[in-house]
């Protein structure tokens, strides 16, 4: 294989990297199609190894730290492309292992049209981090809620559904049960509790600060002027695909979203099933919820553009398909607000694009 001194003199089609915890794999073809490099380095060498490389196409799977290496990258004169792992795998050969993968990713990385991971910024990472981290935090609260329910099972003691009816009731069961639970089982419970409170003021503290961001960004503001959609949503669309730019119209943002149907077509016969389910499950949960609130206020639809749509809709489909339809229309209607840098007028229909 090539050494780095004789890398100065070769031009590459494109190189491969298969991202790694502590080091790196770099597979790269030259313009003629042949493998020329075979490498495997060091995280910490990142920078000295392609500073000695010929400027070319860098292709790396979407993985964690890959904007991170694409910035790195691109500062150095070189122009990654991030590529969803879905896209890779059909250029995989043999068994995987470590260069194979950086192999197939160097041969995807050519693909005229293959539809490639926009780059996040900084903040935009920083915003995506404060989603997960609050996400993360409901997921411990809805736990440690379960987890005091069925404590107080086991000890026959049902509570009506709802955290707040757990939260009134809990220290006046566990005062007038003291007789059925024992001194350590309430103890257990009692610091369930405060848990719960700890997590409660570690939610508000970051919906707090999101609320703030949202306030901030004029793209979070064009966001929040769409029906269904508040800070979360807004802070969390553009953290995810920023200004949109990586979709040519909002029906790929819905397919991305994972909110059209699941195609199975041969023979010219169209047959469609479920939803994909495809790309960001966040954003998707997001806004199915976004548009069960708006079905929930049906006296409101006509102030919509799309309220006419919503109302005949509703009398051919179910509850939750009707949710999901609406959905995907709130998230076409989503990106061609950011694309077009216009908030959205409930009484005129939305730019063509969507």
């Not at 090539?2 to 003199?9: D, G, M, N």
């Not at 792992?85 to 160097?106: C, L, R, S, T």
């Not at 409901?138 to 107080?152: E, G, P």
Request: one cysteine or more; aromatic letters at 8%; proline letters at 3%.
């Amino acid at each position: 294989m090539a050494t780095i001194s004789r890398q100065k003199t070769l031009s590459f089609a494109s190189i491969g990297i298969d991202i790694g915890k502590d080091v790196f794999h770099l597979v790269g073809f030259d313009l003629e199609g042949r493998l020329v490099l075979r490498k495997k380095i060091k995280r910490l060498s990142l920078v000295s190894v392609f500073e000695h490389l010929p400027r070319s196409i860098v292709g790396m799977e979407a993985c964690l730290s890959a904007h991170f290496v694409s910035r790195t990258l691109r500062k150095l004169g070189h122009e990654p492309r991030i590529i969803p792992a879905i896209y890779v795998k059909p250029f995989n050969k043999g068994q995987k292992n470590d260069y194979n993968d950086a192999e197939a990713i160097a041969e995807a990385a050519l693909r005229p049209n293959l539809n490639l991971v926009k780059e996040k910024t900084q903040d935009q990472l920083d915003l995506q981090a404060l989603h997960r981290v609050r996400s993360r935090l409901i997921s411990r609260r809805t736990a440690t809620i379960n987890q005091i329910r069925a404590f107080l099972i086991e000890q026959g003691i049902a509570v009506r559904t709802g955290a707040h009816a757990l939260r009134q009731s809990l220290f006046a069961i566990l005062e007038n049960r003291a007789d059925e639970i024992s001194p350590r089982m309430s103890d257990l419970i009692v610091g369930l509790y405060e848990d719960w409170l700890w997590l409660d003021e570690r939610i508000e503290s970051i919906t707090g600060e999101i609320e703030m961001i949202a306030k901030a960004e004029a793209d979070c503001q064009r966001l929040m002027s769409v029906p269904g959609i508040g800070p979360i949503i807004s802070t969390a669309v553009v953290a995810a695909i920023g200004t949109g730019e990586a979709f040519g119209r909002g029906r790929d943002f819905g397919a991305w979203l994972g909110l059209v149907p699941r195609q199975y077509s041969t023979g010219g016969r169209p047959i469609l099933g479920r939803i994909s389910k495809r790309g960001s499950k966040y954003l998707r949960t997001l806004f199915i919820q976004a548009a069960h609130v708006i079905m929930m206020r049906p006296h409101n639809w006509l102030k919509f553009s799309f309220g006419p749509w919503l109302t005949e809709a509703s009398t051919r489909l179910h509850r939750n398909k009707l949710a999901t339809a609406l959905a995907n229309k709130l998230a076409r209607i989503a990106w061609s607000v950011l694309a077009n840098r216009k908030a959205f007028d409930a009484n005129r229909h939305q730019i063509e694009a969507i």
